[in-house]
Antibody, heavy 118, light 110 residues
């Protein structure tokens, strides 16, 4: 069973870069036939898919965030990461990492709250 | 691409059935059988309850069922129980390597 755990700063200054890591346990990140994905949820609002990365390193992003998002993979640390640049208060949300395959987000992390504020 | 359309709320009494719709377009819900449904209790991560339109992961009660007609997918919860009170989200592959979510439906068990 795959387990995921998000980590990173809970507070980011406006205009700065949000950086989060998702650590994968229960097997090697490269041995799983998954895309590794990020999703976010502002307080009281719905889910928004941010993007995904495959074990080959190929990425796909939500067109609405594409200009500001980078997802990367670190196989030596068995984790993948999210960077979101030029953040504003609208980027304040709970950020989840999850596995994705054929439209199915099967395994999720517990989520981490990131607040954008000065 | 726009978010999929769900009713903001739904409700039913214990034992009753309730159906939640998820409307998209021929480019997403109508074009692929990769529609999933997620249950989210307060302050918890979402949990998949239906995938590929109508398949249930092991451990999900058969009170939960999914279907699709044209550009609209539906989740039916039969024999409502108190623990079914939660937010429900649909998602769909939308082509061009993009995934969409619905806006979510708050299910209240009266």
């Amino acid at each position: 069973q795959v387990q995921l755990q998000e980590s990173g700063p809970g507070l980011v200054m406006p205009s700065q870069t949000l950086s989060l890591t998702c650590t994968v346990s229960g097997g090697s990140i490269t041995s799983r036939n998954y895309y590794w994905s990020w999703i976010r949820q502002p307080a009281g609002k719905g889910l928004e898919w941010i993007g995904r990365i495959y074990t080959s390193g190929g990425t796909n992003y939500n067109p609405s965030l594409k200009s500001r998002v980078t997802i990367s993979l670190d196989t030596s640390k068995n984790h993948f990461s999210l960077k979101l640049t030029s953040v504003t208060a609208a980027d304040t949300a709970v950020y989840y990492c999850a596995t994705l395959w054929e439209g199915l987000f099967r395994f999720w992390g517990q989520g981490t709250l990131v607040t954008v504020s000065s | 691409q726009s978010a999929l359309t769900q009713p903001p709320s739904a409700s039913g009494s214990p034992g009753q059935s309730v159906t939640i719709s998820c409307t998209g377009t021929s480019s997403d819900v109508g074009g692929y059988n990769y529609v999933s449904w997620y249950q989210q209790h307060p302050d918890k991560a979402p949990k998949v309850i239906i995938y590929e339109v109508s398949k249930r992961p092991s451990g999900v009660p058969d009170r939960f069922s999914g279907s699709k007609s044209g550009n609209t997918a539906s989740l039916t919860v039969s024999g409502l129980q108190a623990e079914d009170e939660a937010d429900y989200y649909c998602s769909s592959y939308a082509g061009s390597n993009v995934v969409l979510f619905g806006g979510g439906t708050k299910l209240t068990v009266l």
